[in-house]
């Protein structure tokens, strides 16, 4: 049964973490019926717990409603949630692709932030219409008519035209589903041409295999069709398509406009990359679908078993997570500090987070990581561009050209007496300065150009303490830039710990070098020798700090016979001490590695 | 094989701060009670002990504070023993002391029993720090407890120090030291204060309302100490005890060495033909379960490789070490191949273990690490 497209209307909602995006999804489904009041389980669409427990949308959904309109009409409105956070950039962007229309939600007390911004700009690069949406009214401290006015001078609509809602409270639901089928265009698209469908995620089922959800731009898919990706030119048999409830609804076929799934027996969720198009292998489209890049990791850690024997179990762990997760990349290397392990490429600093609170909550793994870093491409002597993921392999300065790294476009958005914290904070972290626009009297956004680097950790978290908490933040999609780059080495009693190494700033390497022996010096533990700890650019030392002897370390009392508590007692220390990392006769606990994380810059 | 006895007794008059001992507040109804249990678990002991094994090399009675016990029950506890088993004639027989209690009449009763080894509690001479352990004796108590022992012609008996207390300083120590050896006592247990979990002491410390001493001045204090102990005559043969030459406790270097013994009494921990055992903590429980006629024991369920474990924390605890041609009689195995081989390498490399002709021992400043050497030393 094929459906009048122009009854069709395919949207996602935006908005800043916090802002009401989940809530409102959930009212949605609701006030259409999709889901009972009993099926009704808070914010249906975040499903796995982690994103539950964080309040952020990890991977896109869709899901269909049948909408009775005021014109007596029935719609089909495809929600497309999109994933919150600029990890997700190009996800986002794909799912946002996938849509004629976005509904942008602003939280009515804290107006516009950077991720609105970001995610707005997103839609209207995918030539979104946009519905604007100012979301918890009912808060106290709400102030829709400022909120409005911002959002106004931002996309330049009537202030009529911004809909004021209350999610939480269900106000303002049934004139959003009205404004969503006024105002967002019904697909266009010839049912009847070659196919084309984008990819906008996938997902993976043990029994299976991977199950792409796709927006049908034109042609029809249905079972038994054998389809063709053009990214790896594989050629899959259909064996299912189907739409999204709470649970997938197996139909005859999908056409253009249409959203949905479909099964092909694919076993390597890799394969299903996300912004590729899918066609048909009989009557093929002649291009694909625009917008497709193949997203490499950004950001570079290497996971270790705390201890040796478990680098089976680690890998077998990492293995069932990509299944699930193509953007997760690992490849065995071994460092002469930390043994056997992986380095791990991640799309960014949550996605590191997510991937090694998976490994240690369903994978039972306990995990050394090193501090995490970006990839650097090294221009050699001779012509050769090398990259370079982790700071030990770092060629030698004497055959090294130049160095580029990553660099991103940052907007941070503040109330205007904060633009000097800002200043100061972008020129700590190297960043380059762009332009300020202000949204108001009262709030600015800045923007720069930042190396990925100097934001990927504890970033966020200064940005949120020099501004008390009300700067928000959003970032695009790397791009490569020249930087005067050196590599640091971390010597422990003269012997290099490969581990410790890091690439940093020439400007930034004397400092650098000694905040980390210094925070060295308390992280590691007095032992029986002397340790000496030192800094290198090359072999010239740059900084040095010792780490006294302990002289007494014996427990006084062993009477009364129980020898057993003791016996245990020493055998507990033991275990503990297991986890700490030999370096020749130095002994050196795992938050040792992450050092780096934890200095003041 | 002949064994130790050690006898726990389980009650004292007030709780001192550091502790952790199991003891109950001292009532002499409730004492009465115990020793009714006391005297089956005895006699069960003896009448199902192995015939060909009856001697008794050593009894030692700790607590709690023995010397508030009832000296016809402890009388009649011993004349149980004699029934079952063999005590040596002149055999080492320990009873621990609070200087407060101690009464010529008590110190000659002990006589009568065969007690040749009263040990006393002194701790320090500082009143400030003994209000800080909640010990309740004053200079003047320790002071007459040794001399009425001259005055009795205890050939052998000795006396406990503590350093390292927060608070204390190594000026203090060095008087507390100074007193103590004046009075001459044949042993001196001089040992570090240990904050156990759950005590007073380790609460206040919790709470912020005591500093933990300062590791190099803890190392200072018991160097220090170990000097003054060896000028005065005193010769070191296990980390906190020093004894004057031939007055080294035996009973204490029997649990060192992996010898037999056996606990009666609550909490009382035992060693008997290679398994180990212990009474439970609590009074009640080990009398209500002696009154079923059943031992209030839990096993400790571990083998022989936890029994090599012990043999080398203990021996290496010991001013002699090891005995390599022991340890391999003992286990069957050599106790270089129960080590970590390159932290043993480490260590003898930087001069913390000395692997002597049949014995490995530690170097002077490897004692000092003794513990940290031995949680490298093991696998």
Redesign the interface.
């Known amino acids: 049964m094929t459906h009048d497209p122009t009854k069709i209307r395919n949207f996602s909602i935006i908005a800043h973490i916090d802002h009401g995006k989940s809530t409102l999804a959930d009212r949605l489904l609701q006030n259409t019926k999709t889901i009972s009041e009993r099926e009704m389980r808070k914010q249906v669409l975040d499903s796995m717990d982690l994103e539950q427990e964080r309040g952020i949308t990890i991977k896109a959904h869709a899901i269909r409603m049948e909408y009775l309109a005021s014109d007596k009409q029935i719609y089909r409105l495809n929600l497309i949630d999109t994933p919150g956070h600029v990890d997700f950039t190009y996800e986002v962007s794909r799912a946002l692709a996938a849509c004629e229309g976005a509904v942008l939600v602003v939280d009515a007390a804290q107006g516009i932030e950077a991720q609105t911004l970001s995610n707005l700009y997103l839609a209207m690069d995918n030539d979104l219409e946009i519905i604007p949406v100012v979301n918890k009214i009912d808060l106290p401290a709400a102030d829709p008519d400022r909120v409005a006015a911002e959002i106004v001078d931002l996309i330049g609509c009537r202030p009529e035209e911004v809909l004021r809602c209350s999610a939480k409270e269900g106000i303002g639901i049934n004139e959003l589903l009205e404004q969503i089928v006024k105002v967002v265009p019904p697909p266009t698209g010839d049912p009847q041409a070659p196919l084309q469908a984008m990819v906008f995620d996938s997902v993976f089922d043990t029994y299976r295999g991977a199950m792409p959800l796709i927006r049908v731009v034109n042609g029809s898919l249905q079972a038994g069709d054998r389809i063709k990706f053009f990214a790896n030119k594989k050629i899959f048999e259909v064996d299912e398509v189907g739409y999204l409830r709470l649970q997938k609804v197996p139909i005859e076929s999908l056409s253009a406009g249409d959203v949905g799934y479909f099964y092909a027996s694919i076993k390597d969720v890799a394969d299903t990359k996300i912004g590729d198009t899918v066609t048909t292998e009989k009557s093929p489209a002649k291009q694909p679908l625009e917008g497709f890049v193949d997203v490499k990791p950004m950001v570079f850690s290497g996971l270790y078993p705390a201890v040796a024997e478990d680098f089976t179990e680690l890998r077998e762990a990492l293995e069932k997570l990509k299944l699930n997760d193509a953007s997760l990349l690992f490849t065995p290397e071994s460092s002469s500090a930390l043994g056997f392990g992986f380095r791990v490429g991640f799309l960014g600093l949550l996605h590191m987070e997510i991937v090694t609170e998976r490994l240690s909550r369903e994978y039972g793994q306990t995990l050394i990581n090193t501090v995490p870093n970006v990839e650097y491409h090294v221009y050699l002597t001779d012509g050769e561009i090398v990259t370079v993921d982790n700071p030990a392999q770092m060629p030698s300065t004497q055959v090294i050209d130049h160095v580029e790294e990553p660099y991103v476009e940052a907007q941070v958005i503040v109330p205007s007496e904060y633009v000097g914290a800002i200043m100061r904070l972008g020129t700590e972290r190297r960043g380059e300065y762009k332009n300020t626009e202000y949204l108001s009297t009262e709030r600015a956004s800045l923007t720069y150009n930042f190396p990925l680097a100097e934001i990927i950790f504890d970033f966020y978290d200064k940005l949120k303490s020099v501004t008390r908490g009300y700067a928000s933040f959003d970032y695009g999609i790397p791009y490569y830039q020249r930087s005067d780059l050196v590599k640091l080495d971390i010597l422990v009693n003269s012997d290099p710990v490969d581990a410790l190494s890091s690439i940093i700033h020439r400007d930034r390497a004397y400092h650098w070098g000694l905040a980390l022996c210094d925070k060295l010096r308390n992280l590691i533990p007095r032992q029986m020798f002397e340790v000496v700890l030192q800094a290198a650019i090359g072999s010239r030392i740059i900084s040095r700090s010792t780490i006294r002897p302990i002289r007494k370390n014996v427990t006084a009392k062993c009477y009364g016979g129980d020898v057993t508590r003791k016996r245990k007692l020493l055998e507990r220390q033991k275990e503990g001490k297991k986890r700490m990392k030999q370096i020749g006769s130095v002994e050196i606990p795992q938050e040792a590695f992450l050092a780096a994380l934890q200095i003041e810059r | 094989m002949p064994f130790s006895v050690?006898l726990?007794f389980p009650y004292c008059r007030n709780k001192c701060s550091y502790c952790d001992?199991y003891k109950e507040l001292y009532d002499p109804e409730h004492e009465r009670r115990f020793y009714e249990a006391l005297f089956t678990e005895t006699r069960l002991r003896g009448e199902s002990w192995p015939s060909e094994d009856r001697i008794i090399t050593s009894i030692f009675v700790?607590g709690g504070t023995p010397s508030l016990t009832r000296l016809d029950l402890l009388a009649r506890w011993l004349e149980e023993l004699k029934r079952h088993f063999t005590v040596l004639e002149g055999l080492e027989f320990s009873i621990e002391n609070n200087p407060e209690s101690v009464t010529l009449e008590l110190l000659e009763s002990y006589k009568e029993l065969g007690i040749n080894r009263p040990t006393f509690g002194i701790q320090s001479f500082k009143p400030k720090l003994l209000k800080l352990l909640n010990r309740k004796h004053s200079i003047r108590d320790s002071q007459r407890a040794v001399y009425l022992t001259n005055a009795l012609r205890f050939e052998n008996f000795g006396a406990d120090l503590i350093f390292a207390l927060p608070r204390q300083t190594s000026r203090m120590l060095t008087e507390d030291l100074d007193q103590l050896i004046e009075l001459e006592p044949p042993h001196i247990s001089f040992?570090?204060?240990?904050i156990e979990p759950g005590t007073p002491l380790a609460e206040k410390m919790a709470r912020g309302k005591l500093k933990p001493v300062d590791?190099?001045l803890?190392?200072a204090m018991?160097?220090g100490g170990c000097e003054k102990l060896a000028e005065a005559g005193y010769v070191r043969y296990?980390?906190?005890s020093f004894a004057k030459p031939g007055h080294e406790c035996r009973h204490?270097i029997s649990?060192?060495e992996g010898q037999d013994?056996l606990?009666f009494g609550p909490s009382?921990?035992?060693?008997v033909h290679g398994r180990?055992f212990?009474n439970v903590a609590s009074v009640n429980d080990y009398i209500i379960s002696l009154q079923r006629g059943e031992y209030p024991v839990e096993e400790?369920e571990?083998g022989v490789a936890?029994r090599m474990?012990?043999a080398i924390?203990?021996g290496l605890?010991m001013t002699r070490g090891i005995d390599r041609r022991q340890f391999a009689e003992r286990f069957g195995h050599n106790v270089e191949d129960q080590l970590d081989r390159r932290q043993y390498e480490?260590l003898i490399e930087?001069g913390?273990i000395i692997p002597d002709r049949g014995r490995i021992r530690l170097s002077e400043?490897g004692?000092?690490?003794?513990?940290?050497?031995?949680?490298r030393l093991?696998r």
């Open positions: 050690y726990h001992f700790g040992y570090q204060l240990t590791e190099d803890t190392y018991y160097r296990e980390v906190s204490n649990y060192w013994y606990a009382g921990h035992s060693f180990r212990a400790d571990s936890e474990v012990e924390m203990l605890r480490i930087s913390y400043t004692f000092f690490l003794a513990d940290e050497i031995t949680r093991i």
